[in-house]
Nanobody, 117 residues
Framework: QVQLVESGGGLVQPGGSLRLSCTASGSIFRTHAMGWYRQPPGKQRELVASITTTSSTTYADSVKGRFTISRDNAKNTVYLQMNSLKPEDTAVYYC???????????WGQGTQVTVSS
């Protein structure tokens, strides 16, 4: 059973930074692309950033130039560095792992990010 455990959320002022971490139990990094999604209050969940097993990355237009996704395969951990945070970045952030062939998904429990003065 794979578990994804997120950490690093919290309250930050506009313009500030946070780094989210997601550590996976089990050896899934070689076979799973990793991603960060977010769900703002009252809205649908959306993709923020993703990274393949070969470290190719994609970003939502709203976070390009501000957020950076990375992975450390030796630690089974994926990171989301968030800079220049805006109030509209406020959301619950979820870690996702998707099998590269079967497209099966695992989700973390979510971590709250609040950007407010």
């Amino acid at each position: 059973q794979v578990q994804l455990v997120e950490s690093g959320g919290g309250l930050v002022q506009p313009g500030g930074s946070l780094r989210l971490s997601c550590t996976a139990s089990g050896s899934i990094f070689r076979t799973h692309a990793m991603g960060w999604y977010r769900q703002p209050p009252g809205k649908q969940r959306e993709l923020v950033a993703s990274i393949t097993t070969t470290s190719s990355t994609t970003y939502a237009d709203s976070v390009k130039g501000r957020f950076t996704i990375s992975r450390d395969n030796a630690k089974n951990t994926v990171y989301l560095q968030m800079n220049s945070l805006k109030p509209e970045d406020t959301a619950v952030y979820y870690c996702n792992a998707q099998h590269v062939v079967f497209r099966s998904n695992y989700w973390g429990q979510g971590t709250q990010v609040t950007v407010s003065s």
